[in-house]
Each structure stands twice: as structure tokens, then as C-alpha cells.
């Protein structure tokens, strides 16, 4: 088994884990997975994190809303840990955050896929940010040199062409099980990676 292989397998189990992880998803929020997808990367064997860290240095809040009105809030440690979670109703981060972000769910993995740009959203008043702008938009560049990892993580592309809602769909788990529906949709991100190969 070569190096590249264990690599695959571990980011395969930590996949699974982080979309199942009730600490970073929010059923409803298609931008759970993007966050999953985020904490992987932080977390993985071949993590970019100390530069990631070096080149971010701060914390961020995010306030996502959904198409039912919903609100889903994330918090993002890239000044100590590089580390991120999710907070319920009234609860407060655990690092007072330097950038707070307010965006769509679809528009966020719009944002993440690199289907739209920070400066249309903006624009547009799509996005609202709250804190450092140079910061929240460092970051975002960061995101999009990690798209890559992203993508190759994501597993198969589920577009819908009359929505921006970027290349995955909202995680539903079956009724059979979400550690079978997760490791079916990572087996088949692992063959359309290898087809591209």
C-alpha cells in the first residue's frame, strides 16, 4: 500500500466522520458540508494548517441563513488552533471573532466551489461582513487555494442548473443509515477522482 493510498483512506474515514459529526453539521444547511469538508482538511495527516494559520490569524463567525428562513452559525479558529465548530441558539463562540460573515447557504457553497466571487456578493449585498474586510477576503482567498482539496473531498458534483448552489447537494441520510449513505457517496467521489486520472 503506498503513501498516497493511506492518505486516501484516512481523509476517506475523516470524511465520513465530519459529516456525521453533530458538532459541525446542521441538518438543512448545505453549507454543513462545506464546513465538514473544511475540518478535514484542518485535521488530515497532510494538513496545511500552520500555514494556514500563519497566513490567516484570525477567528471568524459565520451566520448562514437557509430557503426556510433558517440560521445556522459556524465559528472558525485560524489564530491559536485552526479549528471550527458549530453554536446553537444563544451561544456564544469560544474566541471573540475578529470577521463576522452573513450570507446564504447557497451563496456560501457558491462561494467554496468558486462558482461566485466574494466582490459580486458584495456587490450585491448578498454578503455582509462585520470586522477586518482585508481579513475576510484573505481568508477567502486561502479558500480558494484549498478548492482543490476541497473538491477532490467533496465526492460526485449534484448540480442543479436553475440554482448557484455549488457542486454538492444537502446531505440527507437515508433511513438505512448515514454511515452507509456517507462511505456510498465517498466511494463514489474515490472512482470519478481516479476516472479523472
Known amino acids: 500500500m503506498s503513501s498516497t ?7 476517506d474515514r475523516l470524511v465520513r466522520a465530519a459529516l456525521a459529526d453533530p458538532a459541525i453539521t446542521i441538518p438543512g444547511f448545505d453549507s454543513s458540508r462545506v464546513f465538514a469538508l ?7 495527516p497532510s494538513s496545511p494548517r500552520k500555514r494556514l494559520l500563519r497566513a490567516i ?14 440560521t445556522g452559525t459556524w465559528w472558525l479558529d485560524m489564530r491559536k488552533k485552526g479549528r471550527l465548530g458549530k453554536l446553537g441558539p444563544g451561544q456564544k463562540a469560544p474566541l471573540k471573532p475578529d470577521v463576522i460573515v452573513k450570507i446564504s447557504d ?10 461566485l466571487t466574494p ?6 449585498k448578498r454578503l455582509t461582513i462585520r470586522g477586518d474586510l482585508d481579513r475576510a477576503l ?3 482567498r ?3 487555494q484549498e478548492r482543490e482539496k476541497l473538491e477532490a473531498l467533496a465526492g460526485p ?5 436553475q440554482r448557484e448552489k455549488g457542486v454538492w447537494a444537502e446531505y440527507k441520510p437515508p433511513s438505512g443509515g448515514v454511515v452507509s449513505q456517507v462511505k456510498e457517496t465517498v466511494e463514489e467521489g474515490v472512482e470519478r477522482i481516479k476516472a479523472k486520472l
Open 119 to 124: 466582490q459580486k456578493l458584495f456587490a450585491a
Open 142 to 144: 486561502v479558500l480558494s
Open 106 to 115: 447557497r451563496d456560501f457553497v457558491g462561494l467554496a466551489t468558486g462558482r
Open 57 to 70: 490569524k484570525t477567528v471568524y463567525l459565520f451566520q448562514i441563513d437557509n430557503d426556510k428562513g433558517e
Open 157 to 161: 458534483a449534484q448540480r442543479d442548473p
Open 5 to 11: 493510498d493511506s492518505d486516501a483512506q484516512v481523509n
Open 38 to 44: 473544511i475540518s478535514v482538511v484542518l485535521s488530515s
Open 138 to 140: 484573505s481568508a477567502l
